[in-house]
T-cell receptor, first 118, second 115 residues
Framework: GAVVSQHPSWVICKSGTSVKIECRSL??????MFWYRQFPKQSLMLMAT?????????EQGVEKDKFLINHASLTLSTLTVTSAHPEDSSFYIC??????????????FGPGTRLTVL | QQQVKQSPQSLIVQKGGISIINCAYE??????FPWYQQFPGKGPALLIA?????SEKKEGRFTISFNKSAKQFSLHIMDSQPGDSATYFC??????????????FGGGTRVLVKP
């Protein structure tokens, strides 16, 4: 099946610093990628939809200036958490849609990035 | 209208038993229903998916049953194994481009299979 990677798998940073998380589709070209946030024992919350070559579409309540998303190529999307604070500590997961797969609506998820802000 | 309700929140089953997880949706535009399996500290992995033109789909020990008129679908895990202990999420989406194929997730079910 389609493989999506994320880097780093975990990161610890100081409050006020920025952190960049990369999401890559390894064996397919993803015109659309999605970024989710997941708190312990909760479901996935969609933060934004990232389309290659265009601006991301953010869900209601998600701060665009705080969570910067760039989808510069068909295999790479990045999420930058700017001026991170302890409340931004969470598990961030990306997914990518494989438009050439048997189910074009299928999203394949990365392994997630655990962010801890001290 | 976008909500997907999942039950139960947690489930304990003996090894070899059947795990059953149910989901219900409101939006009749949904036309793709995947199930994901997530282990602690990992991203969700696609388990099995179904479209509403079929009432059942089976892959190995995993079966999706779909009831379009009731707007319900369920996951059955046959011969449950300790390695199946994970959190399972149902989801739904539809193909309208404007919606960006966004997945709407259920709340999740934590399954524990006791040896």
């Amino acid at each position: 099946g389609a493989v999506v990677s994320q880097h780093p798998s975990w990161v610890i940073c100081k409050s006020g610093t920025s952190v960049k998380i990369e999401c890559r589709s390894l064996d397919f070209q993803a015109t659309t990628m999605f970024w989710y946030r997941q708190f312990p024992k909760q479901s996935l919350m969609l933060m934004a939809t990232s389309n290659e070559g265009s601006k991301a579409t953010y869900e209601q309540g998600v701060e665009k200036d705080k969570f910067l998303i760039n989808h510069a190529s068909l295999t790479l999307s990045t999420l930058t958490v700017t001026s991170a604070h302890p409340e931004d500590s969470s598990f961030y997961i990306c997914s990518a849609r494989d438009p050439s797969g048997p189910f074009t609506d299928t999203q394949y998820f990365g392994p997630g990035t655990r962010l801890t802000v001290l | 209208q976008q909500q997907v309700k999942q039950s139960p929140q947690s489930l304990i089953v003996q090894k070899g038993g059947i795990s059953i997880i149910n989901c219900a949706y409101e939006n009749t535009a949904f036309d793709y229903f995947p199930w994901y399996q997530q282990f602690p500290g990992k991203g969700p992995a696609l388990l099995i998916a179904i479209r509403p033109d079929v009432s059942e789909k089976k892959e190995g020990r995993f079966t999706i049953s779909f009831n379009k008129s009731a707007k319900q679908f369920s996951l059955h895990i046959m011969d449950s194994q300790p390695g199946d202990s994970a959190t399972y999420f149902c989801a739904a989406t539809y193909r309208i481009k404007a919606a960006g194929n966004k997945l709407t997730f259920g709340g999740g079910t934590r399954v524990l299979v006791k040896p």
